[in-house]
C-alpha cells in the first residue's frame, strides 16, 4: 500500500471531515484512502507483511487519529477534537450532531459558530498532526543522507517527502525507524535481555503492569489539560460517564490519601521517593499500576524545577524494589514495567543524561539476575534513536534490534 506521493494537508483534512460526518462506527464503510495508507505506513513491519494484517483498516484508522488527537497538548483543542471525531469513550455511535453540540459546549459558543469557527480549527490541526506523522514516518525509515536503498522493499519507506518536519527535535535520526513498538535485545553482563521502546504517547501504552510516572517532590500532579506524562496519565485514568462528564479523577486522590497517609501532605518528600497508586480507567488497557517517581524539586520562585540524574537513579531503582515487593500482591504477578525518560521534560535534563541515569538503575537490577520485562518510552523520534544508540554504548556489549 505505497504513500507516493505523501497526501497534501488539504486531502487529508477532507478524509478527516469525512470521518467527522459518519463517525468512528462507519470507518469500514469510509473512503479514506490516504489516511489508510498513512496508518499502514506506521504499521509495525510485521503487520505489514502479513498477509492477514494484525488490524483491520478500520482500526488502523482509528489508531491513527487517536495518535494524532493525542499530540494536540490537551485542553479544550484535544477534547474537542476527541469529541467531535467521536474518540471519546462512550460517544463513537453518537450522531455527528450530537458530537458537535457537545464540542461547541466546550467552547461556549452556539453549534453554528463552532462548525464555521472552531470546527475548521480543530479539524485542520489534527490533519497537521497526521502530516506530521506521516512525514516522520518517512525520515525515519529513510535513514541518514545518501544512504543506499534497502534490499527488502517491505522495509523501505511509504513516504517519500521528508522537506517538512514539523519538530526539528523529531528530525530523521537512522538508530530508529517511525514504528511504535521496537524490541531490542540488550546484552547485560553476559547474557541478553528483552527491551521494548514504545515510541509514542504515554497514555497509548497498553499491557504493562506497571507504569513509572515523573512527579515533583510535592507529589503535585499537574492538571489534566497539560501535556507531561504526569497529566497524560492523571487524564487517562479518569473515570467519565457516557457524556465525557469527569466522574472520579482515581490516580489524583489515590496519591493524595497516600501522601496524607504518611504525614507528607504539602511539605516536600525527598527527591527519588517513590509513590503507588492504582491506574484507575488505564486498568481497561493492561496497565494495573503507576508508580509516581519524585524527581524534580520546585526552584523557589519560579515555575522551574531542577533534577540531579542520581535521583533519577535512586527513584528507578525504588521503582524496581516495590515492584519486587508488589509482584507476588497480584493475580497474575506483577512482571512489566515501563520508565519514560524522567526528568526529560519541564525538568530540564538532557536525554542523554536520563537515559543514564535511568539504564543505570535498570542494568545494576538485571545484572543481579533479576527477570523483568522493561519497556522504556519516548514520545519523540529523535530521543528513541538516543536510547537505542545509548544502550549499546553503556552496557559496552551492544545491542539488537529483533525482526521477529
Known sequence: MPLTPVPDHDSILEEIKTVRRGGIVRLRRLEVPSLARIAYALAPADDRRAEVPARSQSQSVEWLLRLAVSRLGGGTLQEAAEYTLGLTPGTRDWPGADRRRRAAELYGVSIERFRKEQEAVVLDQVAEQVGSLAREALAERDGPAGEAPHDD????????????????????????????????????????????????????????????????????????????????????????????????????????????????????????????TGSGALAGQGVRRVYHAAVAVPRAGTNDYDVLPADVTRAVARALALLAEEHERFDPPLRSVCFPLLGSGRGGLPYEQSVRAVWAAVDAELARGADWDIHLIARGLAPAGLVVRMLAEYTGEGTEESTA
Do not use: F, M
Open 153 to 276: 522493499p517491505a522495509e523501505v519507506s511509504d513516504v517519500s517527502d521528508v522537506s517538512d518536519v514539523s519538530d526539528p527535535a523529531d528530525r530523521a535520526d537512522p538508530a530508529v525507524s517511525a514504528r511504535t513498538h521496537r524490541l531490542l535485545s540488550v546484552r547485560v553482563r553476559g547474557r541478553t535481555v528483552p527491551v521494548t521502546l514504545h515510541v509514542h504517547p504515554v497514555d497509548l501504552l497498553r499491557d504493562v503492569d506497571v507504569v513509572v510516572s515523573p512527579v515533583n517532590t510535592y507529589l503535585a500532579l499537574p492538571e489534566t489539560y497539560k501535556s507531561s506524562v504526569a497529566a497524560s496519565l492523571r487524564r487517562a485514568g479518569a473515570l467519565r460517564g457516557l457524556t465525557g462528564e469527569l466522574l472520579a479523577d482515581p490516580i489524583h486522590e489515590e496519591l493524595r490519601d497516600w501522601a496524607d497517609a504518611r504525614g507528607t501532605s504539602g511539605r516536600p518528600v525527598l527527591p527519588g521517593t517513590v509513590a503507588v
